[in-house]
């Protein structure tokens, strides 16, 4: 197995800087997956493999949408503009596609390097999102492969987490763009974690998330 982590940093490259007006934004959910780093690394380590970290804030141009999508640079959070993202010229989008580029070209690199015939991206969730409370725990996102994410499904609700699949999110709409396109590209397995971020910042739960992944993987 291959991890992939595209939202694990609310880091701003050195040439950008938060506009006053957007600091409130730099330590929520719509900067980066809370949680999702540390999870991404406790399975490597646990499983002795890679996992690719994106660097860079998703608000810079997010590694989980594909290069021409709409939602590349989010405009609005919780109803507010995001002043990071307003009125980008062609080049300031050139400039926003390096890290991006740069993101895809080491996953690539990666799992071209790698013999693992399955990926699985990691992300989190947050427990409200917009006003609307979410009460899934654990989602398993998958486009072509319904029978491995009912597998690991089942592991996560043997573990005791309450799971669904594909929530709160759809691989089947495009929704898990980075891991699935390298999947694609090298005839590989796509899968993603999405865990809620009350349980992501939590090591205990973490663990118990890291420990189904590790005896699902084991049974294959």
């Not at 050195?14 to 980066?32: G, V």
């Not at 399975?43 to 860079?56: G, K, N, Q, S, Y």
Request: charged share 25%; proline share 5%.
């Amino acid at each position: 197995v291959l991890f992939t982590c595209e939202h694990a940093s609310s880091r701003l490259p050195a040439s950008w800087t938060w506009p006053e007006e957007d600091r409130w934004i730099a330590t929520t959910h719509w900067a980066y997956d809370l949680g999702a780093a540390e999870l991404a690394r406790e399975l490597a380590v646990e499983l002795r493999t890679v996992a690719v970290l994106a660097r860079f804030s998703r608000l810079i141009a997010d590694p989980n949408r594909p290069e021409n999508a709409g939602e590349l640079f989010r405009a609005r959070a919780d109803g507010l503009p995001v002043r990071l993202n307003a009125a980008i010229s062609a080049d300031e989008r050139e400039r926003r596609l390096v890290p991006w580029r740069a993101y895809h070209a080491v996953l690539e690199r990666e799992v071209a390097a790698s013999t693992a015939p399955v990926l699985i991206a990691v992300h989190t969730f947050t427990p409200v999102y917009e006003g609307t409370p979410r009460s899934v725990e654990l989602g398993v996102l998958f486009d072509r492969e319904e029978q491995l994410a009912e597998g690991l499904r089942a592991a996560f609700e043997t573990a005791g987490f309450s799971v669904a699949s594909n929530e709160p999110y759809s691989g089947k709409l495009g929704l898990m763009y980075s891991v699935d396109r390298h999947a694609r590209e090298h005839d590989r397995r796509a899968l993603e974690i999405e865990l809620r971020q009350d349980l992501a910042i939590d090591p205990g739960a973490r663990r118990r998330v890291v420990s189904a992944v590790a005896r699902f993987l084991g049974a294959l």
